[in-house]
């Protein structure tokens, strides 16, 4: 398997544009998160699918996030309109039963709002 | 609720030399861990991790950690560092009643040649 796979691995946006990060998760993983890493707030969990359900979004800092799971092999998390506080990398990781063996994570997509 | 504490942001040590990162967690409820490393511009990997058994887990490139549970810890340890060790690790907890992971805050391990 190629692993959780992220696209794009840099995007550079003006303020007010919409941005869509894509994430393909580990084909048979039932458990798909998105996670926003900066130096000031580290690790933050934004979203989590099972089976293709959103489960918990507490983690979504405004309306202006949005993310869904189409189908198993995909999601998508959406910003509109973007800003220049959304700058981060954001991480998109899958599992299986709930994540007791550990999380597979992408590589990532760093996200710069100018 | 769980929670993680990872004492130190930034380890320091000598190529060759024994270092410890710590992790203490808290939980009211029996606990799965975890230690996470990202390497520079990479997705975080795991490291190894303690779902029962044997408290003292090993990975595959030398490192181990103890889980102690009357002590709420679960250290890292290696007895000799590698340059290529230097990156940021994270401590992990994830409880069985929950369905999501809780990381600490990440460790730097700078290792200095």
């Known amino acids: 398997d190629a692993g959780v796979i992220q696209s794009p691995r840099h995007e550079v946006t003006e303020m007010g544009q919409e941005v869509t990060l894509r994430c393909k998760p580990i084909?048979?993983?039932?458990?798909l998160f998105w996670y926003r890493q900066t130096m000031m707030r580290g690790l933050e969990l934004l979203i989590y699918?099972?089976?293709?359900?959103?489960?918990?979004d507490s983690g979504m800092p405004e309306d202006r996030f949005s993310a869904k799971m189409p189908n198993a092999s995909f999601s998508t998390l959406k910003i509109q309109p973007s800003e220049p506080r959304d700058s981060a990398v954001y991480f998109c990781?899958?599992?299986?039963?709930?994540?007791?063996?550990?999380?597979?994570f992408g590589s990532g997509t760093r996200l710069t709002v100018v | 609720a769980q929670s993680v504490t990872q004492l130190d942001s930034q380890v320091p040590v000598f190529e060759e030399a024994p270092v410890e990162l710590r992790c203490n967690y808290s939980?009211?409820?029996?606990?799965?861990l975890f230690w996470y490393v990202q390497y520079p511009n990479q997705g975080l990997q795991l490291l190894l991790k303690y779902l029962s058994g044997s408290t003292l887990v090993e990975s595959i490139n030398g490192f181990e950690a103890e889980f102690n549970k009357s002590q709420t810890s679960f250290h890292l340890r290696k007895p000799s560092v590698h340059i290529s060790d230097t990156a940021e690790y994270f401590c992990?907890?994830?409880?069985?009643?929950?369905?999501?992971?809780?990381f600490g805050i990440g460790t730097k391990l700078q290792v200095i040649p």
């Open positions: 992990a907890v994830h409880t069985g009643g929950y369905q999501k992971v809780t």
């Open positions: 699918f099972n089976n293709n359900v959103p489960i918990d």
């Open positions: 990781a899958s599992s299986l039963r709930r994540g007791v063996g550990g999380y597979t």
């Open positions: 939980s009211s409820v029996s606990v799965y």
């Open positions: 084909s048979g993983h039932d458990y």
